[in-house]
């Protein structure tokens, strides 16, 4: 018999794909972009993955963008498991500003500094909007307020690329941390393990159900954006 008490069960998802650009390259609000048809691929595949397992969950959480709340009910309806979703905006999306206010030869910076900076990392903002400090001020506290919630003992938490980079590098460092190169597959899931102090433990990080080798990736889905913008200017 373990001489730890029980931990609790964190299962973090970040949403299915979306298309951020219009065929003609137009940006779509961030904040009404809705699960692509693959989106919807992955985000049954997490939920008949779940469902193999025979992983139940007695809380569901979203962001409360439409994507994050698409793909929790997919998730939960191929899982075969009925629950009401929670949204808390304190873990929404780091915001971008207007990418038509960023001059072309800062592009490269404003996608992708955020995610490459070392020490100076929470003074880079994203497209010219949020800073990653300013995402941890609001979400790292969110989540804690999460964790120390005692109704819960298995729960699906379905976020963002940004966010869960946040979440998960504070789960590691011990500490206020962000680690911009831990990438986030759409419709990953990470697994994670609360203890009764608080205490995280990380046991998984992007596992994808559609692709668990990531096969068919070699750019960051930031890089990827940043040259579909481009190609549509």
Do not use: K
């Amino acid at each position: 018999m373990s001489a730890f008490a029980p931990r609790r069960r964190l299962y973090l998802m970040r949403h299915g794909s979306v298309d951020y650009f219009s065929s003609d390259g137009t940006p779509v609000p961030p904040d009404t972009v809705a699960l692509n048809a693959e989106g919807e691929r992955q985000a049954d595949a997490a939920g008949a993955l779940f469902r193999h397992c025979g992983v139940r969950f007695d809380r569901a959480l979203v962001s409360g963008l439409p994507r994050t709340v698409q793909t929790a009910e997919r998730v939960l309806a191929t899982a075969g498991q009925e629950l009401s979703l929670e949204h808390e905006p304190a873990l929404r999306e780091i915001r971008g500003g207007r990418l038509a206010d960023i001059p072309p030869d800062q592009l490269e910076q404003a996608f992708l500094g955020a995610f490459r900076a070392g020490a100076d990392v929470e003074s880079q903002r994203f497209l010219g909007g949020e800073s990653i400090g300013e995402l941890l001020d609001r979400a790292l506290p969110a989540f804690d307020a999460l964790c120390a919630r005692g109704d819960w003992q298995s729960m699906l938490l379905v976020l963002h690329g940004g966010v869960n980079r946040a979440l998960i590098s504070a789960a590691l460092a011990g500490q206020r941390a962000f680690f911009g190169r831990l990438e986030q597959q759409p419709a990953c899931i990470n697994v994670l393990d609360i203890a009764s102090n608080g205490e995280t433990v990380v046991r998984s990080i992007n596992l994808a159900p559609t692709q668990w080798l990531h096969e068919r990736e070699r750019y960051t889905t930031m890089e990827t954006l940043l040259a579909q913008y481009r190609g549509g200017r």
